[in-house]
């Protein structure tokens, strides 16, 4: 004989833990989430003025001469060759 399912007893579960665990973590998320897009607001704006800064003319190269040439027609040290005698005291 299968016994009446009505006369057995069901546990009861206490779900509030879980109910404010997930409210919690949506709490989180929705300030995450709040960071984030500001985050990612500043950036956009940032890459804007970083893409105004660098929209002007750039700035003819030094000539090929004088990179090539240590010496100026003084006979005085330039660029590397005078730093490095600044530097070992030459």
């Given at each position: 004989m299968i016994p009446f399912i009505g006369s057995i007893q069901q546990p009861t579960i206490?779900?509030?833990?879980?109910?404010?665990?997930?409210?919690t973590l949506e709490d989180q998320v929705q300030r995450l989430t709040?960071?984030?897009?500001?985050?990612?607001?500043?950036?956009?704006?940032?890459?804007?003025?970083?893409?105004q800064l660098t929209a002007g003319d750039v700035a003819p190269e030094t000539a090929p001469e004088a990179v090539a040439s240590p010496r100026s027609d003084e006979g005085t040290p330039t660029g590397v060759l005078a730093?490095?005698?600044?530097?070992?005291?030459?």
């Open positions: 206490d779900l509030a833990p879980l109910v404010s665990h997930i409210a709040e960071a984030s897009t500001l985050w990612q607001e500043r950036a956009a704006h940032l890459e804007n003025q970083l893409k730093w490095w005698k600044r530097l070992w005291g030459a």
